[in-house]
């Protein structure tokens, strides 16, 4: 019986971008309601206050939400808006040039260290994490990691000596890593 063939980056990419975008721009857009709800009603409850700890509206007003000089979630409602076109018209047979490739690798970078920060401000300075950007820490992961290692295979981002076996090491436990990031990041919330 022949050995059934795992799925190649370039033909689960294209899902990863339409799923992870829709997502993302479902929570940006919620939270760009629930400011808009407390802007209209500063005493608002908001849907996404679940307890001190897991709260919106704990997050929502500090300036960390609020990096550029707007509400983050602008960045959201256009970033996952653009991550979503790009997987639906690769699923529809679009190919782009490495220049292309190579601007959406520098939009999910910034996007992950962005995410990064996030994380690091609402874990340690506000003390609180709000559910939908926990939802798209979760979904900016695989949209940067595999966006990365397609650029990576298909020679986009070049790589020799080390950094190449670094970066077959990482095509071949691309499972791994993710699941090790999931559980570092769990794991940064439980502590």
């Known amino acids: 019986m022949p050995k059934k063939s795992s799925p190649q980056l370039k033909d689960i990419l294209p899902y990863i971008l339409l799923i992870g975008g829709i997502i993302g721009a479902f929570c940006a857009g919620m939270l760009t309601y629930e400011k808009i709800t ?13 307890n ?14 609020s990096a550029f000089g707007f ?4 960045i959201g409602l256009f970033g996952f808006g653009v991550i979503t076109t790009i997987g639906a018209a690769l699923l529809a047979g679009a190919t782009f040039k490495r220049w292309f490739w190579l601007g959406l690798q520098t ?15 609402s874990l340690y300075n506000i003390g609180s994490l709000c559910p939908f950007c926990m939802v798209v820490w979760a979904i900016m992961i695989p949209i940067f990691w595999y966006t990365t290692l397609y650029n990576l295979k298909a020679g986009h981002i070049k790589t020799k000596g080390v950094w190449k076996k670094i970066s077959d090491f990482a095509q071949k436990h691309h499972g791994d890593i993710l699941l090790v990031w999931y559980l570092l990041v769990i794991g940064l919330i439980g502590y």
């Open 107 to 121: 939009g999910v970078s910034f996007g992950i260290a962005f995410v990064f920060w996030l994380q690091y401000q």
């Open 71 to 74: 509400p983050n979630p602008f």
């Open 52 to 65: 001190p700890i897991i709260a919106c509206g704990s997050v929502i007003n500090t300036s960390q939400a």
């Open 38 to 50: 407390l802007l209209q009603n500063p005493s608002s409850s908001l849907a996404c206050d679940l």
